[in-house]
């Protein structure tokens, strides 16, 4: 599969998916994009002490967070930004997932799961540099389509016999 097949399956499945498996996906995907030891190890020279503490108090309550505390939270996280280009990879994706989530629960909009979903394909891909044109041949990457179909379309697997 290429990447670009990959893309508009997952756009496909966001789409199609109900309100609850929705939910479930992107609930999933954030948590897993934000895990603090994503940025543990970050430059200290990154973040203001305010910005790397409410990066990490933000990522530890991801799924209890308000989207208007969320909001002040990006706030002092964009604030506290101290480096103009080289942001730790860490850090961005784990900025950029929340960025994602605020948006989704403001405006329920599900273009910031899909999002949410590429940033997570994304990570993967930094970590084991698939080949676009058969995105699905690393092993890790495969993993990360079947987690997505599973939670977007779990009648999927019930469907094929798989469990």
């Known amino acids: 599969m290429k990447y670009s097949e990959l893309e508009a399956d997952i756009l496909r499945l966001i789409v199609a998916a109900t309100e609850d498996d929705v939910r479930a996906f992107g609930e999933e995907t954030v948590t897993r994009l934000v895990r603090p030891e994503r940025f543990r190890d970050a430059a200290e020279d990154e973040l203001t002490e305010e910005a790397r503490a409410a990066l990490t108090t933000a990522c530890a309550h991801i799924l209890t967070i308000s989207a208007a505390e969320l909001h002040d939270v990006l706030a002092t996280i964009y ?82 016999g798989t469990h």
Do not use: C, F
């Open 79 to 160: 604030d506290g930004i101290l480096v103009e280009d080289d942001l730790d990879p860490g850090v961005l994706t784990a900025v950029q997932a929340l960025a994602h989530w605020h948006s989704y629960l403001e405006n329920d909009r599900r273009g910031e799961l899909y999002e949410l979903a590429i940033r997570s394909v994304e990570d993967i891909d930094h970590d084991v540099s698939a080949d676009l044109d058969d995105i699905l041949a690393a092993p890790e990457m495969a993993a990360e389509y079947k987690r997505i179909r599973r939670l977007l379309d779990p009648s999927a697997e019930q469907r094929s």
